[in-house]
């Protein structure tokens, strides 16, 4: 965050310098080098302070104080107490003081430990530590029940046999107070929160590989099924095909040029002859039925319109007139020869009967 602000305003002094005249900016460079030099002439004196880290003598004291009433503690027991801790606001700065109130120690497997303070997590129980310490370092030193402790361990102190690190200060403002149990479940209850977001996670994860899956499942179901239907329609395609190209080869109708029929007195049970006629056009040929039985053969008749048509007849097609005149068919449907007049009361054809005349128009 700091760093995204330093940038920002270099930024905004880049843009700055960019706009003024030549004078002014020459004047806003000479302030920039007196604050720079001043800031370095700062750093140069602090060059000869003590290293980071190491404790500066007037320190050794208090840490080594802070040191012994830890160990005595955890050692001893002690009473109730409270320890602050300051939390500071990065976005506002704003410090504020949490203040822990914890219980009196019980002996446990031995040890002293805070009161409540066995978990799952920590069976054994917590201690003092060093932050606690600190804290009852201080109560002990200016406490009248307890201030002979602190004078004692002073004449005692060897300021050459102490090596004890400084301890940074804290600072208070906004204090709120809480207690150790308090504090346990709370970060029970943060732990808690982490597991069930981690949890409520996998679990989204999960559902949406299954929604995939799924949805995959559905595409490949989808394209098998069009498949299907894409093979039953061709293959529906090829029997139809199929169908109509035997039906068009068994029910074709025959083509006859239209003659004028010479027509003579019937005899009966012979051929008629037809009077002489003009053929006009082929003869329109109709659809068929299969073959059938005799009945439904005696039962065939068309139009009288002087053209022949299409009469299957004993496995084959004839093409047949009204006067019952008949002639064969090749494959195709095309008259080839005369071939006699059917005889209805015989259900025959008669060979031997005369072929009409025609006359050509």
């Known amino acids: 965050m700091a760093t995204e602000i330093k940038n920002e305003q270099i930024e905004q002094l880049t843009q700055q310098f ?9 004047k806003a460079l000479k302030a920039g080098l007196t604050v720079a030099q001043s800031k370095a002439t700062s750093k140069k004196a602090k ?4 290293p980071k880290g190491a404790c500066p003598p007037q320190l050794k004291l208090n840490n080594a104080w802070v040191a012994h009433v830890k160990d005595f503690v955890n050692q001893n027991g002690w009473e109730a107490f409270s320890v602050p801790t300051t939390m500071t606001d990065k976005e506002t700065g704003v410090k504020t003081v949490v203040v822990e109130e914890l219980p009196a120690s019980i002996l446990h497997d031995g040890a002293y430990i805070f009161e409540g303070s066995v978990t799952e997590k920590t069976p054994q129980g917590v201690q003092v530590s060093h932050k606690h310490a600190m804290t009852l370092s201080k109560q002990w030193k200016e406490g009248a029940a307890t201030a002979h402790l602190y004078e004692a361990f002073v004449e005692a102190f060897d300021p050459e046999e102490s090596d004890v690190e ?12 809480t207690t150790m149990a308090e504090k346990i479940a709370a970060k029970a209850a943060k732990e808690a929160a982490a597991a069930a977001a981690k949890e409520a996670k996998e679990a989204e994860k999960a559902e949406a590989k299954r929604v995939k899956e799924e949805a995959a499942a559905a595409a490949a179901e989808v ?3 069009k498949a299907m239907e894409a093979e039953a329609a061709k293959a529906e395609k090829l029997r139809a095909a199929a169908e109509a190209a035997a039906e068009s080869m068994a029910l074709k109708q025959a083509k006859v040029p239209k003659a004028a029929i010479v027509k003579a007195a019937p005899k009966k049970e012979a051929p008629v002859k037809a009077k002489a006629a003009t053929i006009v056009k082929a003869a329109t040929i109709v659809k068929a039925a299969p073959v059938a039985p005799v009945a439904a053969v005696k039962a065939w008749t068309c139009e009288d319109d002087g053209n022949a048509h299409s009469w299957p007849y004993n496995g084959k097609i004839y093409a047949r007139n009204f006067t019952n005149d008949v002639w064969e068919c090749d494959a195709a449907g095309n008259v080839v020869k005369w071939a006699g007049v059917y005889l209805l009361s015989e259900d025959r054809i008669d060979e031997t009967a005369p072929e009409p005349a025609y006359a050509d128009e």
């Open 223 to 225: 394209k098998a099924r």
């Open 166 to 177: 400084s301890v940074a200060s804290t600072e208070s403002v906004t204090v709120v107070r």
């Open 18 to 26: 960019k706009e003024m005249d030549v004078a002014d900016l020459f």
């Open 47 to 50: 060059a000869g302070s003590m």
